[in-house]
């Protein structure tokens, strides 16, 4: 390589008068397309980290655990009804699993098909829900289901899964939106491998 250019095997650097043999009205070409292009983050800044665990045997029967490895929620199914329940045991939300699947989640979600709950949208891509009258969208992107508002591109939670153990990160901001029960009320929709619509 000659001095600091580093192009200069490529552009027919004259190291005997530090002149180019380029065309100088040319611009350079561009190195974007040699460099790796970055990729979704392994991490979602700030965001915390909810893992449905000791799925038993999924995740219509679980727990889930959030931060300080501490017990959220659990998810406990018997015959056509599924129970999202609190920390302390209290019903947060009941599915239902008869013919025409309903969901439910107190002060939350009023008893509906869980298929209008999370609406499938017309080229069958995304899913939508509604919280607070904001509509929110669930996406597939790279290896995650991913919740955002419309038209935003902040990412306001995720869903990822393994072979034994489904990964929930939701942000502050969606924390502070009230998205917490209902994104781990999504997730174990979104991850049942049950029809619901």
């Known amino acids: 390589m000659y001095g600091s250019n ?10 005997g008068n530090g002149q180019s043999t380029w065309d100088t009205s040319v611009p350079p070409p561009s190195i974007f397309g040699a460099l790796p292009y970055p990729t979704t983050s392994s991490v979602l800044p700030g965001a915390i980290t909810f893992k449905f665990a000791s799925l038993n045997p999924t995740i219509l029967n679980c727990k889930v655990i959030g931060p300080r490895n501490e ?41 509906q098909p869980m298929g209008r709950w999370l609406r499938l949208s017309t080229d069958r891509s995304h899913r939508f829900m509604v919280h607070n009258g904001v509509g929110y969208s669930w996406r597939p992107h790279d290896r995650f289901l991913q919740l955002s508002i419309p038209g935003s591109y902040d990412v306001l939670a995720r869903v990822s ?10 942000t502050p901001h969606a924390i502070q939106l009230g998205l917490l029960e209902l994104g781990v009320l999504a997730t174990i929709l979104l991850q049942c491998g049950k029809s619901i619509d």
Not at 76 to 94: F, M, P, R, Y
Not at 162 to 167: G, R
């Open 6 to 15: 580093p192009f200069a095997a490529q552009d027919g650097w004259n190291a």
């Open 71 to 111: 017990t959220y929620f659990r998810v406990v199914t018997d015959g056509g009804h599924t129970v999202l329940k609190d920390a302390q045991g209290s019903n947060i939300a009941l599915l239902e699993w008869w013919d025409r699947p309903t969901v439910e989640a107190r002060g939350l979600v009023a008893k």
């Open 161 to 170: 899964k393994t072979h034994d153990v489904v990964i929930l990160e939701l």
